[in-house]
């Protein structure tokens, strides 16, 4: 291949590995394009915080044949402070506990990740998998 030959959608031949800005595709441009991906037939699956990824996805992509969050991570954070005294969510309560004015601008920022606001959305068949004794990803979060 030579010059500008397109050898994948966003690289040339010539090309070093980066797109360039005119080559870069739009967020959820191959996801929402069926060309590119068939939503009946894909799955998502993520462990910890990739399971709260592929809660994130389920909650945004339409008619996904199924979704399977293993231990998911970034779900139900006031929950999560309630119930787990280790970090990431001691690292919470210290910040909070010497900015105590800003706790709801805290858990409004959190909840714009927080997958279970996701998964509130998610039409897809799911099989989920919890770790009873976890303090990082504590059961009842999930």
Do not use: W
Not at 4 to 22: D, V
Not at 37 to 65: C, E, I, K, M
Not at 80 to 108: G, K, M, W
Request: hydrophobic share 35%; proline share 8%.
């Amino acid at each position: 291949m030579s010059g500008s030959q397109t050898c994948r959608p966003g690289l040339t031949a010539a090309s070093t590995g980066t797109p360039s800005k005119a080559e870069e595709p739009r967020p959820n441009h191959k996801i929402n394009n069926p060309v590119y991906t068939d939503t009946l037939t894909s799955s998502v699956q993520g462990v910890s915080q990739g399971g709260g990824l592929a809660q994130a996805v389920a909650g945004l992509v339409p008619n996904l044949l199924a979704v399977m969050p293993d231990v998911p991570f970034l779900c139900h954070f006031r929950r999560a402070l309630d119930v787990s005294e280790t970090n990431p969510y001691e690292e919470i309560t210290r910040y909070l506990s010497v900015r105590r004015q800003t706790v709801d601008q805290v858990f409004s920022t959190l909840s714009y990740f927080d997958a279970v606001n996701f998964a509130k959305r998610a039409n897809a068949p799911a099989l989920f998998s919890v770790a009873l004794r976890d303090l990082t990803c504590p059961p009842s979060t999930v």
